[in-house]
């Protein structure tokens, strides 16, 4: 980097806040210009200091990642990294909606914490190699539950109804029985089922059924 990089490390455990600041003051190219222990210490010292980058821990007094949600809306030429234990995945996720651009574990090298500061100061973003794998599969498995869901949404009221009851492991005549019409007027709005939904056969469209009725509070 030919420009120094300034960055604010904000962690209301002050043990590991001095570690964190030994670190990152013996790299060159770096320059920690602020320290604190809250939300507002991280807000009043982005106002003041308009640092490159600021380093949060989520868990810290008024909350990290709302944290980041301010400072990336109210300054956005502050990126913020996210430095934390936590390897839940609805952290990742809802830091990473909140604008950061980095996520690092606690008990990082600090090659790699350091890396990760100089990927977000340049523009690009960072996440520890152990969760990004995950997340990948994480986001895929959303992705696909909301494709899921706009199909569903897609289905006529008495469709909705069949799929429902599929979910239940009604067979047809029971579904009839429960609709008061007929088995072939079922079987029709299966096959409908099976071409609206993408599935292959019924035992498809079953296990999707209950996966939304699971997923909705409605079995």
């Given at each position: 980097m030919n420009e120094t990089t300034s960055v604010i490390v904000v962690d209301d455990h002050s043990l590991f806040r001095m570690g964190v600041l030994q670190a990152l003051r013996l790299e060159e190219?770096?320059?920690v210009i602020g320290e604190g222990g809250s939300k507002a210490d991280a807000l009043g010292?982005?106002?003041?200091?308009?640092?490159d980058v600021a380093l949060?821990?989520?868990?810290?007094?008024?909350?990290?990642?709302?944290?980041?949600?301010d400072i990336t809306s109210r300054w956005p030429t502050t990126k913020v990294v996210m430095l934390t234990v936590s390897e839940e995945d609805d952290d990742v996720l809802e830091a990473l909606d909140a604008g950061a651009a980095g996520y690092v574990l606690k008990g990082t090298p600090a090659p790699e914490?350091?890396?990760?500061?100089?990927?977000?100061?340049?523009?690009r973003s960072y996440m520890s190699p152990n969760l990004g794998m995950r997340l990948f599969g994480v986001i895929r498995n959303r992705t696909e539950e909301h494709k899921a869901e706009k199909l569903i949404d897609a289905l006529s009221p008495k469709e909705e109804i069949v799929f429902r009851l599929l979910g239940r492991g009604y067979t047809?005549?029971?579904?009839a029985e429960e609709m008061g019409v007929q088995i072939k007027t079922i079987k029709f709005h299966v096959s409908r089922l099976l071409v609206k939904l993408g599935?292959?056969?019924?035992?498809?469209?079953a296990l999707m059924a209950q996966r939304?009725?699971?997923?909705?509070?409605?079995?």
């Open positions: 190219g770096l320059s010292l982005v106002e003041r200091l308009s640092p949060l821990d989520i868990s810290m007094p008024g909350n990290g990642i709302d944290a980041a949600r914490l350091v890396a990760a500061i100089v990927a977000v100061a340049e523009g047809n005549r029971a579904i599935t292959k056969n019924r035992v498809e469209a939304h009725l699971s997923a909705s509070g409605k079995q």
